[in-house]
């Protein structure tokens, strides 16, 4: 499969590979063996001849290669990166697509506005120091008190490993602090989170939350301001305990008294991402997802696709597509940032791809980043956010900035307001959220067929022309609705595969 036509290489899509000697239709004999995912040259190409996929350099020859043979990682150079001084500034802004009309979900509406897809008890930590304990008061939560109130789906502490021990005003500092924040803001709470403290730590709960929020109840979300409970003030472990029982009991009833209502698709906050990608993501889960993200677009949704080291290498593509020359040049802002934060850590882009990359047929991060941004579709970008910021809600297309780990990506747009994943896969991954339903794509039938109780969408069809690109993201589309409606369960929450949070964190620690 050829992903364009000035392409002088093809990937192969037959489940088994093609053995040496085979004769694929419009492609040359194969000179040996070649593996599901993998290229194939289909013309002979010299030493320092440019190997284009997508219509892009994706590399340069190591040696000759003779028409059939097996292109890798070993046998291309790398190109540089796209400069960020000279790229084209929303100079072909997509024309705006015709209104998606009649689309809706069932959902839990706050006053603010927004919208969750669960109703979830949230408990957020200043500091890994009450871990622990508050892990120990959810488990007795969940036991004793959530029974009671079938309307509730779950509880969740928001613990993570910052709080002390760190440089509290460093100038990456408010990365963590903004993004344990609206962490505890996300939709899918069905009010203000209790945050628990310990009391002596460097992030007071006023770093997380205005002192006047947590006092008058300024902060704009349900329920009114989140409260505080320290345990240093607390006559020992169970007088805790207790109080964090009591507080949830309460938060509970009413919780249970919510009910989904009929919401637009435009209340919609989705996260796209990719992980243990192969080379069948840029052809077609990701495209599929693209086309579904310009679905959501024309019903007024949010969508955001992310994953800096896995945008860099085709930001070039994505700079002119945006709405304004200011929105361009917040993209190449977080892209030059992160740049310079690996090269503090004496590290560059190439670091990113992973031997399960390797192995899927991915022989870089150049080829990687070409197929992880058709996740974006076609629509303008119009917003662009940096890490840990919350996005704006009915904003259509955007970029929120995070790293490309699973955990923290997925962490971080929760923080952004995410109410809503999918995650596409080729490799296969476990990979979940409590937040957040996660809605897994898989790129090939062979990984859906291995991961029948995994894989939630198969976009493996696409390779082999029983579906198109349209067909799957259509199919995504209605799924993501249904989901979000509560009325479909991902195969993550079913089994209740839900990763720790991984917020961000790129300062020192002390």
Not at 159 to 164: K, N, Q, V
Not at 355 to 384: D, H, M
Not at 389 to 401: D, I, K, S, Y
Not at 434 to 458: G, M, Q, Y
Request: charged share 20%; proline share 8%; glycine share 10%.
């Amino acid at each position: 499969m050829r992903a364009h036509p000035a392409d002088n290489v093809g990937v192969v899509v037959q489940p088994e590979g093609l053995r040496a000697g085979a004769e694929p239709v419009d492609a040359p004999r194969l000179v040996e063996d070649v593996p599901l995912a993998h290229k194939v040259s289909l013309t002979p190409l010299a030493a320092g001849d440019p190997v284009r996929r997508y219509n892009e350099v994706i590399g340069y020859a190591a040696q000759d290669l003779p028409a059939g043979s097996w292109v890798r990682e070993e046998l291309l150079e790398m190109p540089t990166a796209p400069p960020l001084d000279t790229l084209e500034r929303a100079t072909r802004p997509a024309s705006k697509l015709e209104p998606l009309e009649g689309y809706t979900f069932e959902g839990y509406r706050h006053a603010d506005g927004s919208v969750g897809t669960k109703n979830i008890l949230g408990l957020t930590t200043t500091v890994q120091c009450v871990a622990p304990t508050v892990a120990h008061a959810v488990t007795r939560i969940r036991q004793e008190l959530l029974p009671r109130f079938p309307n509730v789906d779950d509880v969740t502490a928001l613990t993570h490993s910052y709080g002390c021990g760190v440089a509290i005003n460093a100038p990456d500092a408010p990365i963590p602090i903004r993004s344990i924040g609206n962490l505890g803001l996300n939709p899918n709470f069905g009010g203000a989170p209790l945050v628990v403290s310990l009391g002596c730590e460097k992030m007071q709960p006023d770093r997380l939350y205005p002192a006047e929020a947590l006092t008058n109840g300024l902060l704009p979300v349900v329920g009114g301001a989140p409260t505080v409970l320290r345990l240093q003030e607390n006559a020992g472990f169970q007088a805790t305990v207790a109080a964090i029982l009591e507080f949830a009991e309460k938060r509970l009833a009413e919780l249970d008294r919510r009910r989904r209502v009929t919401c637009p698709a435009a209340d919609l906050v989705v996260g796209l991402q990719c992980g243990g990608s192969d080379a069948l993501s840029g052809i077609t889960a990701n495209p599929a997802v693209g086309f579904a993200a310009d679905l959501l677009v024309r019903a007024g949704a949010t969508v955001m696709f992310s994953e800096v080291t896995e945008v860099r290498d085709a930001v070039h593509l994505l700079t002119p597509r945006c709405a304004t020359p200011e929105i361009a040049d917040a993209l190449i802002r977080e892209m030059r940032w992160y740049d310079e934060y690996l090269a503090r850590g004496g590290a560059d882009r190439s670091a990113n791809t992973s031997p399960g990359n390797k192995r899927g047929g991915l022989a870089n991060i150049v080829e990687k980043a070409l197929g992880s941004t058709a996740k974006s579709g076609t629509s303008a970008l119009s917003f662009v956010t940096t890490h840990g910021e919350r996005a704006p809600r009915r904003a259509g297309l955007g970029f929120a900035a995070t790293p490309a780990s699973d955990f923290v990506c997925g962490t971080q747009q929760l923080a952004a307001g995410m109410n809503l994943h999918v995650f596409t896969t080729g490799r296969g991954t476990p990979y979940g959220l409590v937040l957040c339903p996660v809605v897994k794509v898989s790129t090939n039938t062979p990984l859906a067929e291995r991961w029948p109780d995994l894989i939630d969408l198969d976009a493996g069809p696409i390779a082999t022309g029983a579906k198109s690109i349209e067909d799957v993201g259509w199919e995504l589309f209605q799924l993501m609705l249904d989901v979000a409606s509560g009325r479909k369960q991902t195969w993550s929450d079913r089994w209740r595969l839900h990763n720790d949070l991984a917020p961000f964190n790129p300062g020192p620690v002390t």
